[in-house]
């Protein structure tokens, strides 16, 4: 075992965030790889499904173009596969499904309809997605 374990981990069954042990917090953080990766999104509803939970979220127009079914999405600094991709009342949305074990080991158990959500896309579909631009 490392000799500072216990200085570098949350102790167990201690939900932590990604951007708060980075020092980002309060108002709009995210951590920034592209200004067309990241995100912020709106948790519109969280639905219990079998033994996990469905989540809904807006996606904002720059985003919603590079996240497509079975893909990958990071919502608050953790990285889940997209299930669904819809356009409904004026928005354009996603769904994760989230197991029992995610929701209880990451901030994302708290959440509610109406939070707020970093998001960030998978960079190869950004770089796909660019790829096909120039071919046009």
Not at 28 to 50: F, Q, T
Not at 70 to 78: E, F, H, L, N
Not at 98 to 120: F, K, M, Q, S
Request: no cysteine; glycine share 12%; net charge negative.
């Amino acid at each position: 075992a490392h000799p500072h374990a216990d200085e570098l981990w949350a102790a167990p069954g201690q939900a932590i965030s990604a951007l708060e042990e980075f020092g980002l917090t309060g108002g709009d953080a995210v951590l920034v790889k592209g200004s067309n990766s990241v995100g912020l999104g709106r948790v519109v509803a969280i639905e219990p499904e079998g033994g996990s939970h469905r989540v809904h979220i807006e996606a904002p127009a720059p985003l919603h173009r590079y996240i497509a079914p079975k893909g990958s999405i990071t919502v608050d600094g953790v990285s889940l596969t997209v299930s669904g991709v819809g356009f409904s009342d004026g928005a354009d949305w996603f769904e994760v499904a989230i197991i029992p074990h995610t929701l209880a080991v990451t901030t994302l158990g708290a959440l509610t309809p109406g939070d707020r959500v970093n998001l960030e896309v998978d960079m190869l579909a950004r770089y796909v997605a660019r790829m096909l631009e120039h071919r046009q």
